[in-house]
């Protein structure tokens, strides 16, 4: 006994430390901007403990799919100690299933959510005093079913991603969820319209995992004794069924994954930029990881431009192709990063006009996809053609330009293929780094697509042009800096992406992220994630709307204001996302060494 409580106990210290002594950085600036959205979130479920049982029964579902497709979407989740630590240990694995679930419990997302199930306890006081104590022990085995279910979650999609059919039907589903997360605006106005949680909807909520807490406080504050036991009893029976998944799919981690040779055939080319062109084409085609984050594309693309189709909106169908361009250029931002040191290979061949040949491979990819959901969606609403040929004309050239571009100056070490295969989610030890890499492409490619849409806008089918002609020049010229930039850099990069540490500044240069002061960390981070809602929901969405004569109103501040108010506001909110966006941006320049 004394044995099996000190690997808990062991781990959670080991735990504790790493964080302790990692608490700087964009690190720390990323903790504390997911500790702020958690509180946010928390005290939401909270208010939700006060209203009604069905609101609540409904937040605890969302905290539930969080802890499930949350890490998903991360990387692979929280990895700070790793099954392989311990390999040589010989431990068995329940017992080190149990060493790590103890460890998952020590950081700052079980915290919150820990923080967000005490709204049990609240409404357990409403029911009466007789079931408080029973929301206690609910609470707990809730949080234990929660970080569990994301504990397999993250090793089945591990396993998923280790073949094909696993890798589309992973992106299939993780881009459905996301897209549904991203217009819960719409989802929230069509339970408006109906009167609240829908009686079905409401049951349903009640019947997952995530309701049985809930379950066992209502029936206790009713008398219902045996249910409420039964209900305790079904959690703590799902948190033993975790365990032992978790346990079984921990041994099955460790198992070496075989690459068939079956069906492949000798690449062969012309040129130097052929060559590269072909390597990419096998990359995409073989690499799983690349294939879950195409599909993971198409599929937040198309779902969240149908999910108006709940209320009857078909207008935001044809945005689908626009939409899939730019997420399939965030989730290949780090171009570079994910082949690893594999790198030396391009400097060795200084000849290759490796940039050419990738941002043609990319173009050859996405370019197919892209094309048919946008012909093939504006074919169904009938329009309007200008807008959509035009953004997506130069959101391909222009994301084919940004990608490579910064792939190249703001490279993120990214881990080995081949050293990746217990966790095919985590291709980078800097999470962080990879989700503001992420958004940055998402921003600079729509900007690309601006003077398309201003043109299509104002002149109809001259957008087209325009939107030819920028994506062309962002072609060319995003990809000839890359360029330029490889080959002067090539040395530093590989020494960055070798040791994880960036060359000395040098003068006259902006300060790094962390390089900045604790403080100017979190206001740089806030910049960066607050940006996007007064620039593109509030402010360009809604200019959108109100220059297509939209009378859904919805969540957009602008159009609920009197009509002589709407477009100043709506200006004000562009510029507001503009001023919030450079005040990220003037924080690292006013800090440029000297």
Known sequence: MAVALTVPRTMAAMKLAVLRNSMSGQKAGSIVMGGVLGLVLAGGTLYAAFQSGDLLAAAYAVWMLGW????????????TLRPEYFTSLGLPPRRLATGLLVSAFV?????????????LVVFGVRQGPAAVPVALPAMLLQLAVFVLLSRVAVAVMGLALRSRAGAVGAGLVNGAILAALGQGWVFAVALGQTGGIPAGASAAVRYLPSGWGL?????AGTGAWGRAGLALGALAALVALLLAAWAALLARRAGSVKASARGRRPMTAATATGAVVAKELRTWSRDLVRTHQLT???????FFAAAPLVLGWTAMLPWAGPIFIVMAAAMSANLYGVDGTALWLTLLS???ADVRGRQLAWLLVVGPVAAALALGLTSVTGGPWPMVLALTAALLGGAAGIVPLIAVYALVPGIDPHRRGNNPLRSSEDDGAMTGLAYAVLVLVALTGAPAAVAAALYGWAGVAVGVATGGLCLWGFGLLAQRRLHAQGPELLHTMRTGKRPAAK??????????PKREQIITALCWSVG????????????FLKANGTEDRSWFLALHMPEGLQWPVIVFMVLLGLGVYGLGLWIPYRRRTR
């Open 68 to 79: 499930i497709f949350g890490p998903v979407f991360a990387g692979g989740g929280d990895e």
């Open 107 to 119: 950081g700052v997302a079980p915290a919150i959510s820990l923080l967000a199930l005490s709204g």
């Open 215 to 219: 379950a066992a406080v209502e029936a």
């Open 296 to 302: 993971f594309a198409v599929a937040y693309g198309v």
């Open 350 to 352: 200084p000849g290759a």
């Open 507 to 516: 003068p006259g240069s902006w300060a790094k992220f962390d390089d900045l």
């Open 532 to 543: 996007a809602i007064p620039l593109f929901p509030q402010g360009i969405v809604a200019g």
